[in-house]
């Protein structure tokens, strides 16, 4: 630990914007949301911290393509001038807690002593004004789906896996058949997790939606909540359809301390942990565990030497259940856990790469209130990327240090089979989901096996095929590794017929 309070990181102020306006053209673009956000952040830290900043990080965003310099955007929405200032190479989930990390060393190495971090989105804004220019409805979708087929690989386009929430049932039925879990036992823990997320939601005044509901409301499918993808509904996926801005600013405990801010109000950054799986979320070594998350996570409580016990506030970043159910199992909690301190990105609000910003600021509000530590895990991409920081009340947190973790969750990382486009034959289901349209209909199943020589492989269950997709519907453990045999379509795509029918 150092004792060097000029090198001690601190966070000293914090904000966040919710902006719905009637009229979408009186709303905030992203930049002018995270300058909102800024401004609020530093009216908490006492005010006029943001004219002497020697760095500004911005998060990147997606629902303003035509603001081709964010950094100087957000600068000019607040009329400073940082000695330097950059955003990140992607809009990625874990990004708020990686910038909260490096701007932690920047003050622990000297390199900076004032550092403010901010990201926002305008997606609801941006879908309605693009619906009145063209006459249509109000919907996200079309920027989701855009910003999603620039970073998917071709190949998984064409069985439909275009979004986050198109893959990410694959890791939440391998893990339910990993976990012993049958469907119904695994959708109560999902349904459980997401109504205490709404509960938390509903009592801040961060929340984009202020409404709890109750486990049996998750589960049921209506006109409120249609399926998605199999076996996820709307309300157990992310809701980026908001317009929200958070940002917090961070120093040394010297300057903070001299400037006249309350000790109690000071929040010390401690170590985290980053660890990254393979890009492309078809080439992961097994869809029932993350081994960058499991490493992200245990290496943040070692290196702030902690166990869970120590922790009195808790984030587990929860864009789909499959992700906070596998990390609160690498810590150990039960299902019934506090897992938020904002709400979920379903009810807080899910602003793409931003969410962590607001729990980053939630938690250093409740730190303040009660509590010593508290954890924050973030995770981006298709379960990609991963990393996990303490924050708290104890000044022994500050420290500069190392966050990559890389080559520990490699080392742990099973074999990656081949990606194999042109296979055609039998195969062994690995992991699986049924897509939906709008209308609840069945769009088609989508298979990802394993071929006789190991490579890995996507099919089709066309919606015709009723049987194989009500088979697909029960969730039963026994479909991992069931037998299946494919051909092509008229199309060249890939269609799987089980080999033993149910």
Not at 134 to 159: C, F, I, L, N, T
Not at 260 to 279: N, Q, S, T, V, W
Not at 289 to 304: D, G, H, I, P, Y
Not at 369 to 396: C, K, M, Q, W
Request: glycine share 8%; with cysteine.
């Amino acid at each position: 630990m150092t004792t060097d309070p000029q090198k001690m990181p601190v966070i000293i102020g914090v904000g966040q914007i919710n902006d719905r306006p009637d009229n979408p053209d009186d709303g905030l673009d992203s930049a002018g949301l995270m300058a909102r956000a800024l401004e609020v952040a530093d009216a908490d830290a006492g005010g006029g911290w943001l004219a002497d900043l020697d760095a500004l990080l911005v998060i990147e965003q997606i629902s303003c393509p035509e603001i081709a310099d964010l950094p100087a955007a957000v600068a000019t929405a607040l009329g400073v001038q940082p000695r330097t200032s950059r955003k990140t190479d992607g809009p990625m989930g874990d990004s708020p807690v990686r910038l909260l990390n490096e701007a932690a060393n920047l003050i622990a190495s000297g390199d900076a002593q004032t550092v403010a971090i901010t990201g926002g989105e305008a997606l609801r804004t941006a879908a309605r004004r693009a619906a009145l220019a063209s006459g249509g409805a109000a919907h996200d979708h079309s920027a989701m789906k855009r910003s999603s087929e620039r970073r998917r690989p071709k190949y998984g386009q064409r069985y439909g896996l275009l979004t986050p929430s198109d893959l990410y049932p694959l890791y939440e039925n391998a893990t339910r058949a990993a976990f012993g879990q049958t469907l119904e036992q695994g959708q109560a823990e999902s349904a459980l997790i997401w109504s205490n997320l709404s509960k938390v939601a509903a009592a801040s005044d961060h929340a984009w939606i202020r409404q709890p509901r109750t486990p049996d409301e998750i589960l049921a499918i209506d006109d409120n909540n249609r399926p998605i993808a199999f076996p996820y509904s709307k309300f157990m996926v992310a809701n980026s359809s908001v317009n929200q801005g958070a940002g917090f600013i961070v120093t040394s405990l010297a300057k903070a301390l001299a400037s006249g801010i309350p000790e109690d109000r000071l929040i010390y950054i401690g170590k985290g942990a980053h660890a990254d799986e393979p890009a492309n979320a078809l080439t992961r070594d097994s869809y029932a565990r993350s081994v960058s998350m499991q490493v992200s996570l245990e290496q943040a409580l070692k290196l702030n030497r902690l166990s869970v016990a120590d922790l009195d506030a808790i984030e587990l970043y929860s864009c789909f259940p499959c992700v906070p159910k596998m990390a609160r199992r690498t810590l150990g909690l039960p299902p019934d856990a506090p897992m938020t301190v904002f709400g979920g990105l379903t009810f807080g609000g899910g602003p793409i790469a931003n969410y962590m910003s607001h729990a980053i600021a939630c938690m250093v509000e409740q730190l303040r209130e009660e509590g010593r530590y508290g954890l924050l895990f973030a995770n981006g991409g298709i379960a990609t990327y991963n990393h996990s920081i303490v924050i708290g009340r104890d000044p022994a947190l500050a420290e500069n240090h190392d966050f990559d973790f890389q080559s520990d969750a490699d080392s742990r990382r099973g074999p990656i089979p081949d990606l194999d486009e042109d296979y055609v034959g039998r195969g062994e289901l690995e992991t699986y989901t049924i897509l939906y349209n709008r209308d609840g209909s069945i769009r088609h199943g989508v298979i990802l096996a394993r071929a006789p020589h190991g490579a890995r492989f996507l099919a089709k269950i066309p919606p015709a095929d009723a049987s194989a997709l009500a088979r697909l519907e029960t969730g039963d453990a026994s479909l991992i590794g069931a037998p299946g045999d494919c051909a092509r379509d008229e199309d060249g795509d890939l269609l799987w017929t089980f080999a033993n029918p149910a």
